[in-house]
């Protein structure tokens, strides 16, 4: 095989719609999928009691998604932010089906790198999550339950924290386990092992969304959540994959070795990027 890596296409290229701190922002097709997936929730009752009239509703239902792709926005923001603190260059983020991606030039040089970086995400996710609870409930002082779009916007970044510490490499909480896993055996070790844990994990989803779909007309339960049910069999797989892409991408022990292949594949979190993409 080629010492070099082999130039590969970009399938997640998108269209450029800003440039945040000089980080290149691209919303791919496939971002459209997650706006009518969050824009649907909100209109059928996320948001509480919303407007009767059939145009405002479906406003406020499409600006309810719109803030959540701004949210993601900030959470990959964090992890490119942290990553030049470390002199690494950021390429680009981007907005897909899944969530988002920040694609970094070169790899973490170290376990306590690699953390920074990973942790960043999730940790903004968490503080933007408590600084909208904390304005629905300064809104709402007289009720028991906070309702609302800043509720709910709150709430959704908190389950965006939680999902991105699932530790299924190459996602954030992946790249955590890998972090530990780095310091006590090594880049490769901590790697194999760190893509080990994230297929597991992935089984699990596809297993467990299988169970939710199959098991309701069985038991001629129809609880509706057919939809659901599919999409995290969709993301169980494609953690699957990724897993083992990045794993193959980003198993070396010397962090920005030339590899051959490359990896077409992102999840929600870290990507770095191939040095020869164009």
């Not at 386990?177 to 994230?198: I, N, Q």
């Not at 659901?228 to 980003?250: S, Y």
Request: aromatic share 6%; hydrophobic share 50%.
């Amino acid at each position: 095989m080629s010492s070099r890596p082999q130039r590969a296409p970009r399938p997640f290229a998108g269209r450029t719609l800003a440039r945040p701190f000089g980080i290149e922002l691209q919303i791919h097709p496939s971002w459209i999928i997650s706006l009518i997936i969050l824009s649907v929730a909100g209109y059928n009752g996320s948001l509480g009691a919303l407007p009767e009239r059939g145009a405002i509703k479906v406003a406020l239902a499409i600006a309810f998604g719109l803030a959540i792709a701004a949210c993601i926005v900030l959470h990959e923001l964090s992890h490119s932010l942290v990553a030049r603190v470390y002199k690494l260059p950021v390429h680009r983020i981007t907005l897909f089906a899944f969530g988002g991606v920040s694609q970094i030039e070169r790899e973490a040089p170290t376990p306590s790198a690699e953390f920074a970086i990973a942790v960043a995400g999730p940790l903004s996710s968490v503080v933007i999550a408590t600084l909208l609870s904390g304005v629905a409930i300064l809104l709402h002082p007289s009720l028991s339950h906070p309702v609302g779009i800043w509720w709910e916007i709150g709430k959704v970044n908190m389950v965006l924290a939680i999902f991105n510490l699932i530790p299924a490499f190459p996602m954030d909480g992946g790249r955590l386990l890998r972090s530990g896993l780095w310091v006590v055996g090594g880049r490769a070790r901590g790697t194999r092992w760190a893509v080990r844990v994230g297929r597991a994990f992935a089984v699990l989803a596809m297993g467990g969304g299988g169970a939710l779909l199959l098991i309701p007309p069985l038991t001629h339960n129809d609880s509706g959540g057919s939809l659901g049910a599919l999409w995290i069999i969709l993301i169980g797989l494609f953690i699957f994959n990724a897993a083992g892409a990045a794993g193959r991408i980003e198993g070396g022990e010397s962090p920005n070795q030339q590899r051959d292949g490359d990896s077409s594949l992102m999840v929600p979190g870290v990507q770095p990027r191939h040095e020869d993409e164009q």
